[in-house]
């Protein structure tokens, strides 16, 4: 089994940023492709970004130029940078992964964007 530990949620100002980290352990060969989703109150879950073993990213239109997702192969590690945030990224934000054909999802980080 693999278990996604997140951390890097908190309470932020407009305008602010935060930076998430998602790191994957246990029964693990090969993390292929891993990414962020999040899920607004009273919205249905949606996707944030993700990113290939080799570098290639995806954004959703709603954060581009705002969001940057990276990883580090070695350390099993995903993060998200959040810039420009607006009281609309808040969300509980999920991490999932893929080892193989198999999607693991980490419990979720609530990010409140509030003055």
């Known amino acids: 089994q693999v278990q996604l530990v997140e951390s890097g949620g908190g309470l932020v100002q407009p305008g602010g940023s935060l930076r998430h980290s998602c790191a994957a352990s246990?029964?693990?060969?090969?993390?292929?492709?891993m990414g962020w989703y999040r899920q607004a109150p009273g919205k249905q879950r949606e996707l944030v970004a993700t990113?290939?073993?080799?570098?290639?990213?995806n954004y959703a239109n709603s954060v581009k130029c705002r969001f940057t997702i990276s990883r580090d192969n070695a350390k099993n590690t995903v993060y998200l940078q959040m810039n420009s945030l607006k009281p609309e990224d808040t969300a509980v934000y999920y991490c999932?992964?893929?080892?193989?054909?198999?999607?693991?999802w980490g419990k979720g980080t609530l990010v409140t964007v509030s003055s």
């Open positions: 990113i290939t073993r080799g570098g290639s990213t």
């Open positions: 246990g029964s693990i060969f090969s993390i292929s492709t």
């Open positions: 999932n992964a893929y080892v193989a054909l198999t999607g693991y």
